[in-house]
T-cell receptor, first 112, second 115 residues
Framework: QQPVQSPQAVILREGEDAVINCSSS?????VHWYRQKHGEAPVFLMI?????EQKGHEKISASFNEKKQQSSLYLTASQLSYSGTYFC?????????????FGQGTILTVHP | KAGVTQTPRYLIKTRGQQVTLSCSPI?????VSWYQQTPGQGLQFLFE???????NKGNFPGRFSGRQFSNSRSEMNVSTLELGDSALYLC??????????????FGPGTRLTVL
């Protein structure tokens, strides 16, 4: 089942903050966040693992609430380069080799 | 290190034809996954290959098939094309396909248009 992302779209001015949520009705094993710019490949941002371990890069942080089966991506002091569509990809464990189930995406637009 | 490459980048076909798309993973990566991306359905998993074996498959009809070669390069084939197959086809590679600790890197995709 597809995770649900909210909000569907966000418009910011440079320097403002944003939070993107990813919720699942099934127990999550891990959550993977990606950003995709128009016409380009999705770019990996971060992995959050069950148990709280985080792996990522860039000045972006995230959290994983096991109780709520929800992950949140925090974008602080946004820059123009943060514009794009953000996807969460969820892994449900077991024999889910190579399979990520993606949310519908959140479109983030940062204006000068 | 070179990234994931996909060829061709753009393809136009007509209904009923078949098409083969190619994906070369990052050097050393043995897992290749394929996804279909459309505005209506988003990113949907097609299948995953590891060491020339399909380990996982999404909910797509049998017209969609794939294979992986000994050098980890992968191809996917769509037979009897339908208008609804128009999409961006993305492949992604990782070391092992165990994504809990394994980062998945995407290629630029092949844009398929079916007329």
């Amino acid at each position: 089942q597809q995770p649900v992302q909210s909000p569907q779209a966000v418009i910011l001015r440079e320097g403002e903050d944003a939070v993107i949520n990813c919720s699942s009705s099934k127990a999550l094993y891990s959550v993977h966040w990606y950003r995709q710019k128009h016409g380009e490949a999705p770019v990996f941002l971060m992995i959050l693992l069950k148990g709280g371990e985080q792996k990522g890069h860039e000045k972006i942080s995230a959290s994983f609430n096991e109780k709520k089966q929800q992950s949140s991506l925090y974008l602080t002091a946004s820059q123009l380069s943060y514009s794009g569509t953000y996807f969460c990809g969820t892994e449900y464990g077991g024999t889910s080799y190579g399979k990520l189930t993606f949310g519908q995406g959140t479109i983030l637009t940062v204006h000068p | 290190k070179a990234g994931v490459t996909q060829t061709p980048r753009y393809l136009i076909k007509t209904r009923g034809q078949q098409v083969t798309l190619s994906c070369s993973p990052i050097s050393g990566h043995r897992s290749v996954s394929w996804y279909q991306q459309t505005p209506g359905q988003g990113l949907q998993f097609l299948f995953e290959y590891f060491s020339e074996t399909q380990r996982n498959k999404g909910n797509f009809p049998g017209r969609f098939s794939g294979r992986q070669f000994s050098n980890s390069r992968s191809e996917m084939n769509v037979s009897t094309l339908e208008l609804g197959d128009s999409a961006l086809y993305l492949c992604a590679s990782s070391w092992t396909g165990g994504y809990s600790t394994d980062t998945q890197y995407f290629g630029p995709g092949t844009r398929l248009t079916v007329l």
